[in-house]
C-alpha cells in the first residue's frame, strides 16, 4: 500500500488497517481454528494481540468475557466483536462469517459421505475410531476448564450442584446457568473474593482498537436507541422471517419447521459454550424427534472436533440427518443439504445480533464487578454440565445397552455392564493416555484413533 492510501485508510478508520487486510487475517484465523474454543481463542490472541498489536490484552478479555456471557459460540461472536470495533458492521460480518465458513463447507462435504457410506464398513470403522478419541477430548476438556475455574470450594460447590442437577435430576441446563449467573452476580457485588474476575496476564497495553477509540467512543461504539431498533429489526427478520414462513407454508409437524423452531430455541438457550448445550440437542435429537442414534450424534461431534470453525456446527450435521430421514417430496440429499443450510442459519443469524445489538452497551460496562462475577459462576456450573456431556458420551460410546432409570425424582441411564465395547474402552484409554500423559495434539489424536478403529475392522475386532 503506498502511503496516499494508506493515509486515506488510517482517516477512514482510525487506525490505518485496510478491509482487504483484515480480509486476509481473518480468513487465516478461520482457517486455523481447529480445537474447541479454547484452540480458537488462543488463535486469535496470538494473531490478533501478539502479532498484529489490533487489539490489547485488556479488551480482547473484556471482549471474550461477555461474549461467553452471551449465548452462542463464544469464538465465533468474539470474532464478530473485534471485526465490529475494526471496521463496523461489515466488519464484523466479515469476520463472523468467515470464522464459520470452512466449518460449513467440510461439515457438509462429510455429511454427504456419512448419508452415502456411512453403513459401509470402512466408513464405520474410521467413525468407531474416531468416537473413542472425541470421549477422551471431550474428558479433556472437563479437565482443561476445570483446572481454571474451580479456584475455590464455592467454584468447586457450584460445579458438584451443575452436574447433579443436569445428570440425576434432568434440569434443564439454562436453568443452572441462569441460577449460577445470578449467584455470581451478586455475590460480586456483596465483595465476596470467591466470585472475582479470573485473572490474565500477558499481551500489549496500546493496539490499533484502543488508539482508534480514545477517549470518546466514535459513533459506530456509541448505544443509542435508535441504532438498537434498528439493528434488532433488521437482524430479527433475518431470523424471525424464514422460520414464520415455514411455519405457516408446511406446517409444525414439517421436518424444517422442526429444524427451525428447535436450532431457534437452541440459539436462545446456548450458554456456556457447545459442549454445555450439546448434552441436551443430543438427548432432543435422539429421543424426542428421532433424527438420529446416539451414536450417529457421536460421529457429528467427531466431525465437528476434526473441522475448522465452532463445534456447535454438528448442529448442521443433526439438521442434514434429520431431513434427510424425512425428505417429503424432496430428494434425500436436496432435502438434506437444505436442512443442514436452515439449522446453521438459525443458529448463527441470532449471534450477529447479540453481538450488533449488544455490543456498544458492552463497551460502557469496562469494568463492571457483577458480570464479571456472573460469568466466574458461569464458567463454574459449566464444568459440571460439561461432565455430564462427557459421562453421557461415555456411556452410548463404551456400551452397547443402557437402562434407564426413572424413581424418587431420578431420571438418568445406567450402563448394561454386560454390553462393555472392550474395543471402544482400549480405543478410548490409548486416546485419553496420547492427550493427557503424552500431550499429543488433537489432530494427530484423532487420526491415529481413525487409523486404528479402521485395523481393529480389518482384524475383525471392531
Not at 430479527?236 to 406446517?251: C, E, H, K, S, Y
Not at 463454574?380 to 456400551?399: D, K, P, Q
Amino acid at each position: 500500500m503506498n502511503k496516499a492510501a494508506e493515509a486515506d485508510v488510517v482517516r477512514e478508520t482510525g487506525h490505518g488497517i485496510s478491509f482487504g487486510e483484515a480480509f486476509r487475517v481473518w480468513l487465516r484465523v478461520a482457517i486455523l481454528s481447529f480445537g474447541g474454543p479454547a484452540g480458537q481463542i488462543a488463535v486469535m490472541h496470538r494473531i490478533l494481540v501478539e502479532e498484529k498489536n489490533w487489539i490489547s490484552e485488556g479488551r480482547f478479555l473484556h471482549a471474550l468475557n461477555y461474549c461467553m456471557l452471551l449465548p452462542g459460540p463464544e469464538a465465533q461472536q468474539l470474532a464478530t466483536y473485534i471485526g465490529w470495533l475494526l471496521h463496523r458492521t461489515a466488519g464484523g460480518i466479515m469476520a463472523g462469517g468467515l470464522f464459520i465458513l470452512p466449518g460449513i463447507i467440510a461439515i457438509m462435504g462429510l455429511s454427504y459421505i456419512y448419508a452415502a457410506y456411512g453403513n459401509v464398513g470402512f466408513i464405520e470403522a474410521l467413525f468407531f475410531g474416531l468416537k473413542a478419541a472425541v470421549l477422551a477430548i471431550v474428558v479433556h476438556a472437563v479437565v482443561r476448564v476445570g483446572k481454571r475455574s474451580l479456584r475455590n470450594r464455592v467454584m468447586i460447590a457450584l460445579a458438584a450442584i451443575a452436574f447433579v442437577a443436569i445428570f440425576f435430576f434432568n434440569v434443564p441446563f439454562p436453568v443452572i446457568i441462569i441460577a449460577a449467573g445470578v449467584i455470581g452476580y451478586f455475590g460480586a457485588r456483596s465483595g465476596r473474593p470467591e466470585f472475582a474476575a479470573i485473572e490474565h496476564g500477558g499481551g500489549k497495553q496500546s493496539a490499533a482498537v484502543d488508539s482508534l477509540l480514545g477517549e470518546e467512543l466514535p459513533d459506530h461504539v456509541r448505544p443509542s436507541v435508535a441504532r438498537a431498533l434498528r439493528v434488532s429489526s433488521i437482524w430479527l427478520l433475518l431470523w424471525v422471517v424464514p422460520v414464520a414462513a415455514l411455519l405457516i407454508g408446511l406446517g409444525q409437524a414439517n421436518v424444517f419447521s422442526q429444524i427451525a423452531l428447535f436450532f431457534s430455541k437452541m440459539a436462545m438457550v446456548t450458554f456456556g459454550g457447545a459442549y454445555a448445550v450439546l448434552a441436551y440437542v443430543a438427548q432432543q435429537a435422539v429421543e424426542h424427534y428421532h433424527w438420529l442414534q446416539p451414536r450417529e450424534m457421536l460421529d457429528g461431534l467427531g466431525m465437528a472436533e476434526t473441522t475448522p470453525g465452532p463445534l456447535i456446527m454438528v448442529l448442521q450435521f443433526v439438521g442434514f440427518m434429520a431431513a434427510y430421514r424425512d425428505p417429503g417430496t424432496l430428494s434425500p440429499m436436496l432435502a438434506a443439504t437444505l436442512g443442514g443450510l436452515l439449522a446453521t442459519w438459525v443458529t448463527f443469524i441470532p449471534c450477529f445480533l447479540w453481538i450488533f445489538l449488544g455490543a456498544p452497551y458492552i463497551e460502557t460496562l469496562r469494568g463492571n464487578k457483577g458480570p464479571a462475577g456472573a460469568l466466574s459462576a458461569i464458567t463454574a456450573a459449566v464444568v459440571g454440565v460439561i461432565l455430564n456431556l462427557s459421562i453421557w458420551f461415555g456411556l452410548h460410546t463404551l456400551f452397547r445397552q443402557t437402562t434407564p432409570v426413572r424413581s424418587l425424582g431420578l431420571s438418568f441411564d445406567m450402563p448394561v455392564w454386560g454390553s462393555l465395547d472392550v474395543a471402544a474402552f482400549v480405543l478410548a484409554a490409548a486416546a485419553a493416555t496420547a492427550i493427557f500423559r503424552l500431550n499429543v495434539g488433537m489432530l494427530w489424536v484423532l487420526a491415529g484413533s481413525c487409523a486404528a478403529g479402521v485395523a481393529l475392522r480389518l482384524v475383525g475386532v471392531a
